[in-house]
């Protein structure tokens, strides 16, 4: 079946530097391609999403790229702070039985070290 | 406004007994997701709802486990006979779903204890 591969699971980086996480998605067909934010006993919540029509969209530090022939996209972060650390979520439409569904990475877990 | 909401927060429940759990999507979304979130681990896939559709319930992992949408709004999450082992946050989420613009809301969760 349809699936979504994210890495690394756990990523740890110094306060203010840049943080990269990857997802590999196998439908060519996906059209749409978020990304959430999930705190420590919280509810994941979207932090910025593209769709398959550009190749970059930005917010304010947070920026996701994606690359449609190679079926990847990444979310970068820039100047970490202690507040990003969290577990983040990727995603990707898939078509299935005449409708569309979400289809989730396993997660990466980011610590921000002091 | 009023967005997914989850009952009961928590549920402390006797191995063998069944439980079900409560999904209030945000009114007018077509999609609904149950999730099950184990500690420290990732998202779950049980079941999915969209319209009038026949559920995706590939993810039920055994048949203990049912799901059911009334008149395209309120989910139910039925689990029979719970064991130890299902013993997690049940995570519901709802999305408006029109031509794949699929943002997914999140509940704040059910924690499921089986003690």
């Known amino acids: 079946g349809e699936n979504v591969e994210q890495h690394p699971s756990t990523l740890s980086v110094q306060e203010g530097d840049s943080a990269v996480i990857k997802c590999t998605y196998s439908?060519?067909?996906?059209?749409?391609f978020p990304w959430y934010k999930q705190e420590l006993g919280k509810r994941p919540q979207l932090i910025i999403d593209?769709?398959?029509n550009v190749g970059e969209k930005k917010d304010q530090r947070i920026a996701v790229t994606l690359n449609k022939t190679a079926k990847h996209f990444s979310l970068h972060i820039t100047e970490t702070q202690p507040e990003d650390s969290a577990v983040y979520f990727c995603?990707?439409?898939?078509?299935?039985?005449?409708?569309?569904?979400?289809?989730w990475g396993a997660g990466t877990k980011l610590i921000i070290k002091p | 406004g009023a967005g997914v909401s989850q009952s009961p927060s928590n549920k402390v429940t006797e191995k063998g007994k069944d439980v079900e759990l409560r999904c209030d999507p945000i009114s007018g979304h077509t999609a609904l997701y149950w999730y099950r979130q184990s500690l420290g681990q990732g998202l779950e896939f049980l079941i999915y709802f969209q319209g009038n559709s026949a559920p995706d319930k590939s993810g039920l992992p055994s048949d203990r486990f049912s799901a059911e949408r009334t008149g395209g709004s309120v989910s139910t999450l039925t689990i029979q006979r719970t064991q130890q082992e299902d013993s997690a946050v049940y995570l519901c989420a709802s999305s408006l779903n029109h031509r794949g613009d699929t943002e997914a809301f999140f509940g704040q969760g059910t924690r499921l204890t089986v003690v």
């Open positions: 439908d060519s067909a996906s059209n749409y």
């Open positions: 593209i769709r398959s």
């Open positions: 995603a990707a439409s898939i078509y299935m039985d005449s409708n569309y569904q979400l289809i």
